[in-house]
Structure formats: structure tokens, C-alpha cells
């Protein structure tokens, strides 16, 4: 039976295109896809993103530029940007949207199928976590360890392990991971984590370390 190609638009928080995510998603999907790529801080100064750093009582993201930098921002004030071109890109007539960040919610959309990143990541979690003795979480800056109680409810773990270890910046990917050896799952709870970086954490913890990126694309498989 003939398939029709599927026309997906990719989103992140941060510029695009994200040449360290979509392609390996792509090639984990399969199947034929027309992919499209948006970002939040696209088109936007280099001075209003130096303006979306935190304030004090605001949860952080982190996220890449088109420059293939890091940018720590405010959750808060990057979503109403995000809803917005959200709300554009509905009426473009995609097949789905993947939001590509595994901390935020928004609004559903009107017209299309959202494959909202954090939502399937956590469900997953949860699910697995439920007959694990310790749940490790990999998350991509320092400040975010003391947020993430906020962000994320795993009702069936009562204190996850959490590190911090930036997928963009450069940290040792392995070192950290060895702080979460005695956990028996580990989630590596960024979008921008690679499977390299997963084959990294692994030489360090023999217990399964689920990569978010991975768990997503499993998810569009299912609309192909």
C-alpha cells in the first residue's frame, strides 16, 4: 500500500535549523518525511536573546543557537514566543509538530497533531520508573536540578538522582554520568542529548539510560 509522505514540522525553543538533532531523528524515524524546521529565537537580536536570560524566579532552559552556541533562558518569557509561532504554524497545514524540548507544555493546537516532547518523555519515564529502586536524571544546566521538581512529577519516584551535564557546552558527558552508576534507569532529559553522548554515559552506568530524543522519534513512527 502507497504511503503518503509525511510533512512534519520540527520546532525548537532555539534557532534552527537544529543540524545536531533533526538529522539523527530522521535517520531513526525512517519512512519518508518532509521535514520543516522553526525556532523561537529565530530572526530575533542578539540583544533581545541576551535579554531572555533568567531572573531570579524564573526556571531556565537551555538551548542552541544557529551558531551552534548555548544560551541559558527564561522559560517563561521564551513560551509566549513560542506560542505565538506555534499558532502560525498551525494554519501551514503539517501533519504533525514536534516540539523539540523536553521541559515545557503549551496550549494544543487548533488544526494539527502536536507531538509535545515533554509530555511523551515523562509519560514513558513514569511507566518504567514504576518498578525501578532509583530513577538517574541527566539534565543540561546546574540551576535546573533545583528547578526540577517544579518542572516534572514522576508520581511513582519519590527523590530521582539528578546531575547536570550540558549537551552543548562541552562537559564530560561520561564523568557525570558516573555519579548515576548506582541508579538502575537513567533518563537523559534534554532534547539535545545524542545517541554519542548516550554511548558515552553508558561506559559509565550498566543500567538502561533512556535518550528523550530517541523516545520521541519512537512516537512519530507511529503516525507513518
Known amino acids: 500500500m502507497m504511503t503518503k509522505k509525511l510533512r512534519l514540522a520540527f520546532v525548537t525553543i532555539g534557532q534552527s535549523p537544529r543540524d545536531d538533532i533533526v538529522p539523527e531523528m530522521l535517520a531513526d524515524i525512517g519512512g519518508d518525511v518532509d521535514a520543516h524546521e522553526f525556532g523561537a529565537l529565530d530572526g530575533r537580536s542578539d540583544q533581545e536573546i541576551a535579554d531572555l536570560a533568567p531572573r531570579a524566579g524564573e526556571t531556565a532552559f537551555a538551548t542552541r543557537l544557529k551558531n551552534g552556541s548555548e544560551v541559558a533562558i527564561s522559560k517563561e518569557r521564551v513560551e509566549v514566543w513560542l506560542e505565538e509561532l506555534l499558532e502560525r504554524i498551525d494554519l501551514q497545514k503539517f501533519d504533525a509538530v514536534v516540539l523539540l524540548c523536553t521541559g515545557t507544555h503549551v496550549k494544543p493546537l487548533r488544526h494539527t497533531l502536536m507531538i509535545e516532547a515533554q ?43 539528578l546531575v547536570a551535564a550540558s549537551p552543548y557546552a562541552g562537559d564530560d558527558v561520561a564523568a557525570k554520568a558516573a555519579e548515576l552508576a548506582d541508579c538502575d534507569l537513567v533518563i537523559m532529559h534534554c532534547m539535545g542529548y545524542s545517541e554519542a553522548m548516550r554511548a558515552e554515559a553508558r561506559t559509565a552506568i550498566s543500567a538502561p539510560v533512556l535518550l528523550s530524543r530517541r523516545i520521541v522519534s519512537g512516537a512519530i513512527r507511529q503516525i507513518i
Open 119 to 161: 509530555r511523551i518523555v515523562d509519560s514513558m519515564v513514569e511507566s518504567m520508573a514504576a518498578s525501578a529502586q532509583r530513577l538517574g536524571v541527566m539534565l543540561p544546566l546546574e540551576r535546573q536540578i533545583a528547578e526540577f521538581p517544579q518542572r516534572h512529577v514522576f508520581n511513582s519516584v519519590s527523590t530521582p538522582k
